[in-house]
């Protein structure tokens, strides 16, 4: 499984203490890797995306066109709370499911269902299945 962060300096914020071992670890497991990339001008979208099977983002946004030539992905984790940044419409017609990822945001963004070093239950359930079902399409 190829992996893509593709504005980790947006969770990052500086701060080299950040620990991504859990990213690190999942893709290891799966015999795969991830690519760690600041920042992702729109521009470089496809190109960063061309062979991704997930797509870890905070910022970036996910239009339409990004999606459909994503012909690998599978899914789409955002370390952010909120989804409005990717077109749901096109995740949803797509392969590619998409689910929050508390686990690498700060502590006060984590799920208060779980140990704060637990992914949100949506992320945990969404991952296996290959990624059909759309966080908050019911």
């Given at each position: 499984?190829?992996?893509?962060?593709?504005?980790?300096?947006?969770?990052?914020?500086?701060?080299?203490?950040?620990?991504?071992?859990?990213?690190?670890?999942?893709?290891?497991?799966?015999?795969?890797?991830?690519?760690?990339?600041?920042?992702?001008?729109?521009?470089?979208?496809?190109?960063?995306?061309?062979?991704?099977?997930?797509?870890?983002?905070?910022?970036?946004?996910?239009?339409?066109?990004?999606?459909?030539?994503?012909?690998?992905?599978?899914l789409?984790?955002?370390?952010?709370t909120?989804?409005?940044?990717?077109?749901?419409?096109?995740?949803?017609?797509?392969?590619?499911?998409?689910?929050?990822?508390?686990?690498?945001?700060?502590?006060?963004?984590?799920?208060?269902?779980?140990?704060?070093?637990?992914?949100?239950?949506?992320?945990?359930?969404?991952?296996?299945?290959g990624?059909?079902?759309?966080?908050?399409?019911?």
């Amino acid at each position: 499984m190829r992996s893509v962060f593709l504005d980790y300096e947006t969770v990052r914020n500086g701060d080299d203490s950040l620990d991504h071992s859990a990213i690190d670890a999942v893709a290891d497991a799966a015999a795969g890797t991830v690519r760690y990339c600041d920042f992702t001008e729109d521009s470089e979208i496809p190109e960063r995306l061309g062979a991704a099977d997930i797509v870890l983002l905070n910022k970036v946004k996910l239009s339409r066109a990004h999606l459909t030539a994503a012909a690998h992905l599978k899914l789409i984790a955002l370390s952010a709370t909120g989804t409005d940044n990717i077109d749901l419409e096109a995740a949803r017609s797509s392969a590619s499911g998409c689910a929050t990822c508390a686990a690498i945001a700060p502590p006060r963004w984590r799920s208060t269902s779980g140990p704060d070093s637990e992914p949100h239950p949506a992320f945990v359930g969404l991952a296996p299945n290959g990624g059909r079902r759309i966080l908050g399409a019911g």
